[in-house]
Structures are given as C-alpha cells and as structure tokens.
C-alpha cells in the first residue's frame, strides 16, 4: 500500500517555539496515523457493504433497513457516550456513511 504523507510542520509560522513546533508536529503525526486507518476501515466497511448491496438486489430486497439503521445508531451512541464522543456527532457520521451506502445500494439495483 501506497502512503503520501503530509508535512506536518506545513503552515507553522518561521518564528514558532521550538518546543511548540516539536509538540504540534507530533500531534499532527497521530492525527495522520489516525485518519490513515480511519480511511482503512471504511474502505473495508464499504467492501462488505457493497456485498450486501449485491445480495439485497439478487433476491429483491429494499436497499435502506430502517429497523436496523436505528439499532445501529442506537448502538453507536452509547459507544459514543462511553468513550467521551458526542453522540450528536457519531450519529451524524453514520448516517452520513449509510447517505451513501444506500445510494449504492440503489445502483446496484438499478444496473
Ligand atoms: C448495509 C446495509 O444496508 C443499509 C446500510 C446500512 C449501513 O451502512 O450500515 C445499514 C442498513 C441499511 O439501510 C444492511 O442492511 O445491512
């Protein structure tokens, strides 16, 4: 796998404290990891959606399931809750995911 990192001292003004510099750097380097795997995991989320999206349009079945989209959301909340996340947001971000899952899903069935 490919990586094109970042700069991570990009933008920080010349005259920066040294230490200030060091420890913004680091930070933006575990950020760049994070949104690393942040995008692994979706790509393999997306994998095993678009699986389901082929199966739901081989036997006919809806592209969105509503039931266990609130399930889902009502899982992620607490787990958002939990470990200090607002659950405004982390409900937001799944349905932003499922936005777009159902919108292949709806391809899929169309082709
Ligand atoms: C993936 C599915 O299809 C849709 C997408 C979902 C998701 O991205 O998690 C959940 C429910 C469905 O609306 C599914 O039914 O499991």
Do not use: C, W, Y
């Amino acid at each position: 796998m490919t990586d094109h990192p970042t700069t991570p001292d990009v933008g920080l003004p010349e005259g920066i404290d040294d230490a200030v510099r060091a420890e913004l750097t680091s930070l933006r380097e575990s950020i760049d990891n994070i949104d690393a795997a942040v995008v692994h995991m979706l790509a393999e989320r997306f994998k095993a959606t678009q699986r389901v999206g082929r199966l739901k349009a081989e036997h006919k079945l809806p592209p969105a399931d509503p039931a266990r989209e609130r399930d889902q959301i009502r899982r992620l909340r607490e787990l958002a809750a939990g470990a200090k996340l607002d659950p405004v947001f982390a409900e937001k971000f799944l349905n932003f995911i499922i936005a777009e899952v159902i919108r292949h899903h709806e391809a899929i069935a169309r082709s």
